[in-house]
């Protein structure tokens, strides 16, 4: 839900329309989550569920073989996977067909930059950059913004290191991003 959040006002900031927001089910407690960032250059008229994703994010790796990363995926669509896993490798595990899959070590990132697990900032760099949505100075900038009077700075630059570095490891299949 944060990282969506945090796409969702870089992409306002850039003069974006938007709409996140998350889907909680009856499941118990932690859970997995789904969140939807809608952005376009027009105003959005629609309020449901996205079904048809251009872009799919898995932030938690554990949940590759519990969760459809590629339900209502477009075969020109792409899957963002937190994992230290390769693409060629994942598609393979996953037994994926068709749409661009990128993988990017989110967790490793965060734990190198941050000290902690917590993969947010980075996999939003790493969505920007496989999605090409936004450009990542401005994500940055946004961040900054939003973020500089919840957080102390070597925490917000910490973070900013983590972005950089995902977007910088973003891989593609056959080739860096």
Known sequence: MTAAKMLADAALAAGKFIQAFPEFGPERMGA????FTRISEKPISIHC????????????????DVVDIAEGVRPSGIILVNTKDSPAQLRKKMGLTGRKLYTVDASGISIKALGKNIPNTPMVAAVVKAGKI??????IRSFQSEYAQKFKDEIIKAN?????????????EGAKS
């Not at 048809?52 to 898995?58: A, Y």
């Not at 900013?160 to 973003?170: K, S």
């Open 32 to 35: 997995p989550v789904k969140s």
């Open 49 to 64: 569920q996205v079904t048809t994703p251009d872009v799919s994010v898995l932030l938690d790796p554990t949940l590759i």
């Open 134 to 139: 936004l450009d990542i100075d401005s994500v």
């Open 160 to 172: 900013i290191e983590a972005m950089r570095m995902a977007y910088d490891e973003v891989k593609a």
